[in-house]
């Protein structure tokens, strides 16, 4: 499993209903495309669930690296370039994933939490607790599903996880509403521990 996401942070006074109008004439071009787990087009709004901007930044978990090259190098990734210009795309490496108690629900909300992986601690000890980080926040009421990726570049770790209603109480991360969810190959994507 690879993670991949890149943002678009828009001004301040900048109509978000321009990017909700856009993901709901656009959204579905990618229900079905090949190598794609799912694609979570996500907005935070300057002053809503604690976000300090207004943000356009979907989140992609893959089940093929064909996939993801395909979307960045033949065509899709060029649309939002062009409209927004090119922005830096984050890419992990998956260590985990489980589906949630909601999972057939519509997600409304996901949480984003970015740490560093912290030196003097053994990185099978990182890993084993990221894997059962994912199984907690899987486990919560409300949740679709939770990925654990790290970036070996950063030694930067993430938990991303979807939600059917409000980000719960004590998810810490950056807070998103969900515009709509792609998931051609979530049943693909493998659960548990990646390695």
Do not use: C
Not at 60 to 77: D, I, P
């Amino acid at each position: 499993m690879h993670a991949m996401q890149y943002a678009f942070t828009l001004p301040g006074d900048y109509p978000m209903d321009v990017i909700r109008e856009r993901v709901a004439r656009t959204g579905h071009l990618l229900d079905d495309w090949p190598g794609l787990g799912l694609k979570a087009y996500l907005v935070r709004e300057r002053g809503k669930d604690g976000s300090p901007v207004n943000q356009y930044a979907p989140f992609y978990l893959w089940h093929t690296v064909e996939g993801m090259n395909s979307f960045l190098w033949e065509g899709a990734f060029q649309r939002p370039t062009d409209d927004f210009g090119r922005p830096a795309v984050r890419q992990w490496t998956g260590l985990a994933y489980e589906e949630g108690g909601a999972a057939g629900s519509p997600a409304r909300h996901a949480v984003l939490r970015r740490h560093r992986v912290p030196e003097g601690v053994p990185l099978s000890e990182v890993a084993a607790d990221a894997v059962r980080r994912t199984g907690r926040l899987a486990a919560m009421g409300g949740a679709l599903l939770a990925a654990a990726v790290v970036d070996t570049g950063r030694w930067e770790l993430a938990h991303f996880s979807l939600h059917a209603g409000e980000a719960p109480d004590g998810v810490e991360g950056e807070v998103f509403q969900v515009l709509h969810l792609s998931a051609p190959g979530r049943a693909l994507l493998p659960r548990g521990r990646q390695w």
